[in-house]
């Protein structure tokens, strides 16, 4: 096989993973993001669950609501002590009261990206991960397109603090929708280095699971040690992926040029995927020019493969491209 025969071929293997959904251009984790996602060819959609009040998988990128709903205006006596609203304190009936909205700063009601869908415009729910589910699989069927699924579970520490273990009521709902081996459509990741290891060992999940990183902190570092090639090989013991920050795959030496961190050879190393987050066309690194030279970097120089972006279909158009 010449080079660049090998080179198409690879970049084939690539998957465009849509970040809370088509996130760049409606309210995050939404339906309708969902559905946008899966019409710009998407490879996967993302789910991040957390649980209500009765125990429900609702998909929400925080614990909190108030960075996403008018909740603070709907039940403004239901926050707790920090001043803060869970979703865990709502039922799902009560959680479908409010309106959920592209993300804001809840001091300030000012939109985290300014130039996305409008704060407080059009009509939006929270969507249980049922909904989503069902809806991702109408859309296989009716599109003749299959898209895969990627859920989070969220916190799972902060859960059992209060009383619930996420994880086992999330994996029995992803298996009753036939997302259960590594031939299925689908990827499990946690932040939660313990729970990964538990998802695979005790709760016996048979399905493709990646463990998230956080990126890189001066001070508290929690993750440093599965950054190296010892941490790497003792993820690979479990899961079949990594999930690391994307500044922790791309570096920026002296000069200000971007060069590759050694992250993504030593995973490949221990047969680990590697997906890193975030690709946003409108929060590039400085130096950046374009989504499009970032997706190169990463996908066709570094070798991901795959990435979590914002804009599927800029990361579609791209791989097509190639």
Known sequence: MSPTAATLAALAAKIVIAHRGASGYLPEHTLPAIAMAHAQGAHYLEQDVVLSKDNVPVVLHDIHIDTVTDVARRFPGRKRDDGRFYALDFTVAELKQLAASERFDPRTGAAVFATRFPVGKGSFQIPTLEEELQLIQGLNTSSGREAGVYPEIKEPAWHRSQGRDISPIVLDLLARYGYKTKTDKVYVQCFDEAE????????????????????????????????TPAGLAEIARVADGIGPALSDVVARKGDGALEATSLVSDAHAVRLEVHPYTF????????????????????????????????????VAFLLRR
Do not use: C, M, N, W
């Not at 463990?211 to 950054?227: A, M, V, W």
């Not at 400085?286 to 795959?306: C, H, K, Q």
């Open 196 to 227: 990964v290891k538990r998802i695979r060992t005790e709760l016996g999940y048979k399905g493709r699971l990646v463990q998230l990183i956080e990126g890189s902190r001066p001070l508290l570092d929690e993750h440093k040690h599965l950054r």
């Open 280 to 315: 946003r066309a409108d929060a590039l690194p400085p130096g950046v020019g374009s989504l499009e030279d970032l997706l190169r970097i990463a996908l066709t120089d570094i070798g991901v493969d795959g990435v979590f972006t914002d804009h599927p279909d800029r990361a």
